[in-house]
């Protein structure tokens, strides 16, 4: 298979391929056998109901949730804000009687190295992570917990090499530190070793300096694999993704203070607010844009906020959708159509994303008009343009239309949209088809079906009108 870095240098030796370029999920849900999604500026997911399109997605959002959570909740949070389940098997796939007993998920990065990590439902816990496997031109190393340091060293000879060179430093370390003594630390019987060292939903090998009944004396250092020298920056693009689900939640009269980014824990509608009016103390022009991309998708043309006090924020709206001789003609958000709030949470995440930085949007198109479906496209557009890495997935055909007619114009190019068709085989396992558009915004052989229901749909209403004649 052609990862999404050869493609693209393919199409533009120019085009440098960072962040999260590529998921792979195998054993959850429908993802019977392991299917794969590369990530472009513009990630189109459709297809049937139940089909598996939010089931790549989810092992991603729970090691999120696992990362974000304020304690250790263990080796995968499964019940948290992006992803709730109560029960290993209520999301390991199952087949007539075949029930898988682990999945994984494959995480690649900058389109040439990649973390693979397996879980398996636990006798003690509801999961556990069972094994860490890294790839890179470097490198291809497995972890399992439990692994010793003779498993280490024998299998990887870059660990010996960090270990020996760990080894003399913390030497001329207990040399030049008379205090470990002075505090009654026995520097004779240290047990000094590698090891594996859980952190959240990862595995790290660590060297591991402890005395007397196993207590730390230095903090494990963390010994890199070589392709994954900075390991946290992998980390921080999974935490940096922001998640904007089906479920958005009512308009409030206010809402709570909160932080506005860089990161996002949870899910972005909780932060719409706040970031409204930081934009507006900060006279930031994002949230002009804000107020034309409302008006745009015909709902209001302006849009502000005000806050009440230490911990609350309003939002106002124009009362009208286009401008008048009234600027301060103002309603609270909770007075105005139920679109509007369902909308502001998907516009509010394309504005403050960053380059490189996933922004994950289950049904964009949710309460919007027909119109507003078809012109959201141009948002969607442009901030895959400012090289946001946008995932949406839809069931609207007005917006796909719409994404197809700006890369006709030209206003995308092919090499930053790619379509992912979902269905379901007889099995009940999930299909994934994954194509690209051509310059005239069509996609080949995709069996997108929505264009057939509508004229279906059509044609059985004509014919039926036609039974009964005109008076």
Known sequence: MVSIAEARNKRSSSYEVKGISKISVAGFKSIYDEKSISIYPLTILSGSNSSGKSSIFQPLLMMKQTMEESYDP??????????????????????????????????????????????????????????????????????????????????????????????????SFILDNKRLSDNGIDTDNLNIGLKILRKRCMLNVVFSVTGAYGKAIISPSVLPIPGFEDLSRVENHILGIIHVPTLRGNPQRVYKTTAVGPQFPGTLDNYVASIINHWKVTNNPALNKLGNWLKTLGLTWKIDAKQINDTQVEILLHRLPKKTSDPEDMVNIADVGFGVSQVLPVLVALLVAKRDQIVYIEQPEIHLHPRAQYKLAEMLVETANRGVKVVIETHSMLLLTGIQTYIAEGKITTDNVKLHWFSRNDDGVTDVISTSFDKRGSFGECPIDFAEIELEADSRYLDASELHPVD
């Not at 497995?142 to 960090?162: A, C, H, S, T, V």
């Open 74 to 171: 263990g080796d995968l949070l499964i019940d948290g804000p992006h992803v709730r389940y109560y029960s290993a098997k209520e999301f390991l796939s199952k087949i007539g009687n075949e029930v898988a007993d682990k999945f994984s998920i494959t995480i690649e990065v900058d389109g040439e190295k990649s973390i693979r990590e397996t879980f398996k439902r636990g006798k003690n816990k509801p999961v556990e992570l069972v094994e860490a496997s890294f790839t890179s031109k470097k490198s291809n190393v497995r972890l399992k917990p439990g692994m010793d340091e003779k498993d280490l060293i024998k299998k990887y000879w870059f660990f010996n090499d960090q270990y020996e060179s760990f080894r003399k430093s913390l030497n």
